[in-house]
């Protein structure tokens, strides 16, 4: 038995065992969010402005109706919170889909046909990546929001996040696909379908794609927690989702205005869900880099 | 003097995850006096090349000595930590690995690669070190040993390297050398210089030589003494000479029968045939099936490769600048209905090259190749592409690590339409399987589950499946074990003789050649120096080239009568 093998028999460490609970409560709690937050935050007529501005109810002042207190519309900040991080998870999980199959198709052609499609993608890519995520999903948004009217943004929002953030995503599935399939290329199972006779279609999706995916799942779950963080911070900036269908990111940027007033837990509470959640990809991500990295696995 | 190494009782363990130990190496007794060659030999997973770690103080992590001694020119090492007081590895214990491409570094010039060695452990100057390397490099036949110390190991050939590997080896005078496998990855002539060189050495320099290596001939030209090794355990042991005449343990008996000889053809190669009569019955299946497909053709050759050139070119992004490889230079062949025809050549000959040409892989610059009398052009026709196939060099890459065995089988024999649905592709695949001798039950396992040998006949029967004509082997045995080899030429030849099959059969090595092949063709620098009937070409060979080849062949047979009648 080797040092790999007893490795690979291993359990994974705490941290690990750890973000995983925490991210699988998150899942649970946004999939079952309707049933589970006390009020429908989409819904004006569940909450009225009386309740405005309330301090959780761990504090002085604070009612026991609304755990972490209310925002500045009287909105339950549990509530909101759980919407938000559902929208988040949402628009994390769909752009990293979104940008896995463009990337992982398009290296996957690049890669086994070479030549002269190969270059141009690669080119392709190459310009796109040259634009920070943030820049050009800025651009999406703002054409969005010029050419279509403004009951259509708000509609549409989470679709155009997911589109901006792909759009920059994708190039670095791409590569690493692109790569892989260049080494599985050169291996004599693919070289004996070529024998066979079996078309490109077949061997790219039945041969090449299976052994190139591990590389795929590790770089999706890393992206996950910067998909999430670029939708945040566009939503900070104004350019992601509307108050009126708040993701953290909007949560954070309407509590930002209040930070000052005393009125902190507008701002923190997001703020601190959004911490969590991120650095609990992250640690499963790192996890999963390391484990699938076979320079590590010797040691 | 005392002897070079002294094992006794040497037991290696490696803990196993679910509690047990896996015994590598168990109770092995082994001694080499000064300016002995002492062989090693043994199938992969023997646990040749763990006792020659062990003694270096190589063992990985869990792996640990158990019990038994290792003594080094009369020095103890220390079992629990692998290192002897007084014996440093690199001084005292020289290494040589298999691969020489890899075993030097590639950032350090071969002068500072040698001098390190003898900087750290001889109360040594540079200048006193430099002129030592000089006298290593011209000790070990290197040309112009001045100039070579300056070079970087890219600048060296295969062989050149293995000699500086050899050099780097002596330069602190140990009093042992490990050879693990130092001449597998090199050609034939550079093989047999590189054996002399250590022969010679040890002779000159009374250095105790253990030699690791699977290969037979290797032994039979330079090895004092040999022990065979079985599955961690000693089968037999004793001078060279008597060990390969007359071995006495029935494994060492199987193992030696089953070198294929040169000098030789043989109906088959005497190894425990594994044929059961769900064997026999599938291939009766298969017999039946492909008779069909090839009764329909005619007498014409099944291929004819004409003045066949290829060129690996590196495209420059500007117009008229290109630089070309002529990997292949004009070749010219035909291989007939029922034959197998043999090309043989060292590395780099452009044999692989001329078969990918052939199976659609590479473009050919020019020249044509006619299958079944159709000229095959790079984008063929489905039934052409179907009456080719081909068996690769390395069985560990050769199948697809994600699918299963029957999956794998029943996808061309699905994609080219001989079954009418997947139960029925599924059963096919069974049969095969049974025809190369596994069980039908085995196709729902994934590739990792088999060993090299099966995996090779597992591609075999993936080729089989749509029913070729002309099955491409290239290398196919040259990865695997010498008795799983002599099983899958058998089987190759059974499947010939069944089938109809026509093969273009490509190996390095002459003696598989001259068991295996009715014609063979040998290349060099990627034309056909000659071309002829396998035994005319191996009685009465014609060009000087195809005679060095064989005269380097190391072979047992050849050296054992040599050493007979010297006697």
Known sequence: ?299 | MPPSLDIKKLRVEYPLTNGGTLVAVNDIDLTIRPGEIHALVGESGAGKTTVGNALMGLLQAPGRIASGSISIAGKQINTRTGRTEGIVPGRDVGAIFQDPMTSLNPLFTVESQLCEGMLAHLKIGRRQARARALELLTAVGIPEPERRLKSYPHQLSGGQRQRVVIATALACDPQLIVADEPTTALDVSVQAQILKLIRDLANERRVGVLLVTHNMGVVAQIADRVTIMQNGCVVESGSAHSVLTSPKAPYARTLIAAVPPIESRLERLPVPSEETPATLNAREKVRSKTRQAAETTNDAPVLAVRDLCVEYGQRSFLPGRTSAYKAVKGVSFEVRRGEIFGLVGESGCGKTTVANTIAGLVVPSSGSVHFQGVALAARRKKSLRQSLQMVFQDPYSALNPRMRINAAIAEPILFYQLAANAAEARDDAATLLEAVGLSGQSGERFAHAFSGGQRQRIAIARALGPQPSLLICDEPTSALDVSVQAQLLNLLKDLRDLAGLSMLFISHDLAVIRQMCDRVAVMKGGEIVELAQTETLFSAPQHPYTCELLRLAPSLDRIIKTETTAA
Not at chain 1, 45 to 71: A, H, K, Q, W
Not at chain 1, 283 to 291: A, S
């Open chain 1, 1 to 299: 038995m080797t040092t790999r093998a007893f490795l690979l028999h291993r359990l994974p460490p705490v941290s690990v065992i750890i973000a995983g609970l925490v991210l699988a409560t998150m899942l649970v709690l946004v999939v079952f969010a309707p049933m589970i937050a006390p009020m429908d935050p989409r819904d004006v007529s569940s909450y009225s402005l009386i309740d405005m501005e309330i301090p959780p109810s761990f504090m002085e002042g604070g009612d026991p109706r609304f755990l972490l207190g209310t925002d500045n519309q009287g909105r339950d900040l549990v509530s909101v919170i759980l919407f938000g991080l559902r929208i988040s998870i949402l628009i994390g999980i769909g752009a990293v889909l979104l940008a896995a199959m463009v990337g992982v198709t398009l290296g996957l052609i690049a890669g086994y046909f070479g030549g002269l499609i190969d270059t141009m993608l690669m080119r392709v890519g190459d310009v796109l990546v040259s634009f920070p995520t943030i820049l050009v999903a800025l651009l999406i948004s703002g054409v969005a929001r010029a050419q279509l009217s403004a009951e259509t943004v708000t509609d549409w929002a989470p679709v155009i996040l997911i589109c901006a953030i792909a759009l920059n995503e994708w190039v670095q599935y791409a590569r690493t696909v692109r790569a892989s399939t260049m080494v599985e290329n050169a291996r004599d199972y693919v070289r004996a379908a070529k024998v066979i006779g079996l078309p490109s279609r077949r061997i790219m999706l039945r041969h090449i794609l299976p052994n190139v995916m591990s590389s795929v799942m590790v770089i999706a779950t890393i992206n996950l927690a910067g998909a999430i963080l670029t939708e945040a911070t566009l939503s900070f900036l104004g350019a992601g989702m509307p108050a009126t269908y708040p993701s953290l990111g909007t949560l954070i940027r309407i509590g930002n205005q209040f930070l000052f007033s005393g009125l902190w837990w507008i701002a923190v509470m997001p703020a601190a869900v959004l911490v969590v959640l991120v650095l609990a990809v992250n640690v499963i991500g790192d996890y999963l880099r390391d484990r699938f990295n076979p320079k590590l696995m010797a040691h």
